[in-house]
DNA sequence: TTTTGGTTGTTAATTTTTTCACGTTGTGCA
DNA sequence: TGCACAACGTGAAAAAATTAACAACCAAAA
């Protein structure tokens, strides 16, 4: 019988995505060991919760001595990744698209872009930085022969949901979403929407919200 | 005496800002009312927790016809935005920073990047995206000039901390930051981190954790 | 007019998340 | 060795967020 997996919010996942990028950092700058301390500073919260989140990777902290910096970021791989590399695929190579897949492919470990798409013709069969990009066409066939089950969604917010759907049908299981709009697909499907206006407009709240705490 | 305002979570704020934005999209179909319900799933939600929501801007909505979208628009915005149009500045025009800026300029009505600025002179003096790049030695003064209290920092994550140092220095009060690390700096300025990699290693995990509940 | 059906505003209950508190443990030093 | 210290692991408490529940209400149909 299968163990029965606790499941993991989606707050800790990411604090453990975030600890984990600190902690690649110390380790290359010669760290062996952190407190939970220090790694709450990281996400500005408190070391019990940073505890509370590293017991969900099997916690291994030595007393007085901290966590070791090597075996965290190994059991958070453990956890937080698949057994392989996985596939992930950019749709929509605009200015968007471009930025992302210059910035993540052929840059991580534990997953690559390995294809792009547009429907625009004078993209399709380009490499661009360093990655083939295919037309919407060939989705399902470079889809399946890549085991490609994760996407990352850059088209126009018209073109969305209809893309979105082609997605689901090609057999993908998450897309991260950036066109500002609500998506509606198959249920047992991800989809985490970055919403930019979003968090922007976010800010800039919080920034006067900030002001009226100092000054009330 | 000015009203103790009882502070709203970062939670709600997020929504209400999915909830305008899907309420000036039914407006521009000529949609005037909508239910709850029909704002909960656009933030995958339910009708309680939208109706709670709307309380915090002051609800108005009526029985049996649900809310009126042109005052759910405007009373969203009297709490979200500033009396008058945000000025923004960007900070990094590279390949991410080119896109954010093509993205909000002259979009938006309730605040504008007005601002770009970038360390290589080969950017500065331009007018990239109908916004004119500075040199980060003008910062301060174009700040000061365009009372620009808001700041999205697009920079290599090496450059982000001395970066935000200036950006405080200048009198910002929140910095949407997009490198991922950590930024220390003074505790009244709201710095909001983007980290485009942990949202997609969430995604990655969240694809396998539905196959698993599936499956389990 | 009265009933029916469906929605809001709001309080109460529940669930989730965070924080506290403290016994335990490893380290370093006298 | 024995003591002081600081950090861990974890159950319990507290806080925050979500969901449920329901009276009041409105519109439309009977
Ligand atoms: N640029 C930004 O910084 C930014 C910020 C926030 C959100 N977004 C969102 O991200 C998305 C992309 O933004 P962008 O600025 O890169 O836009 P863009 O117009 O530069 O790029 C869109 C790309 O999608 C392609 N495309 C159009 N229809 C398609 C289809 N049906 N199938 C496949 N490809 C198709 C186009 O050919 C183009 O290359 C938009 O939804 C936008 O709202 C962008
Ligand atoms: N491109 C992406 O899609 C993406 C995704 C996630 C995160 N990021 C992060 O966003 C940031 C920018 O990414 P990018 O791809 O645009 O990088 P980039 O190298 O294309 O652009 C960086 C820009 O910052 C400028 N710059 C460098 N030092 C500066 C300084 N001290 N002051 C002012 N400007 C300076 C450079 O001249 C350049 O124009 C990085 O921190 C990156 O990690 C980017």
Redesign the pocket.
């Known amino acids: 019988m299968l163990k029965m997996k606790k499941k993991i919010?989606?707050?800790?996942i990411e604090r453990l995505s975030i600890y984990r990028r600190y902690l690649k950092e110390i380790q290359a700058q010669g760290k062996s060991r952190v407190?939970?301390?220090e790694l709450a500073k990281v996400v500005s919260?408190?070391?019990?919760?940073v505890?509370?989140d590293?017991?969900e990777v099997g916690?291994?902290?030595?007393?007085?001595?901290?966590?070791e910096v090597e075996s965290l970021i190994i059991e958070i791989g453990d956890l937080l990744d698949c057994s392989e590399v996985e596939n992930v695929a950019l749709v929509g190579v605009g200015n968007l698209g471009r930025a992302v897949l210059g910035f993540f492919s052929g840059k991580k470990e534990n997953f690559d872009i390995v294809a792009a798409f547009d429907s625009n013709p004078d993209k399709c069969g380009r490499i661009i930085c360093g990655r083939r990009c295919y037309h919407m066409d060939d989705l399902q066939e470079v889809f399946q022969k890549n085991r490609i089950s994760t996407a990352i969604l850059a088209v126009p917010v018209e073109e969305a949901e209809k893309v979105a759907k082609t997605l689901v049908e090609a057999g993908v299981r998450a897309i991260l979403n950036f066109a500002p709009t609500h998506l509606t697909v198959n249920n047992d499907v991800f989809i985490h929407t970055l919403d930019m206006t979003m968090e922007l407009e976010k800010t800039i709240f919080f920034s006067r919200q900030n002001l009226n705490l100092k000054e009330g």
């Open positions: 919010s989606e707050r800790t407190y939970s301390h919260g408190t070391a019990a919760q505890r509370r590293l017991m916690c291994n902290g030595c007393s007085s001595k901290g966590y």
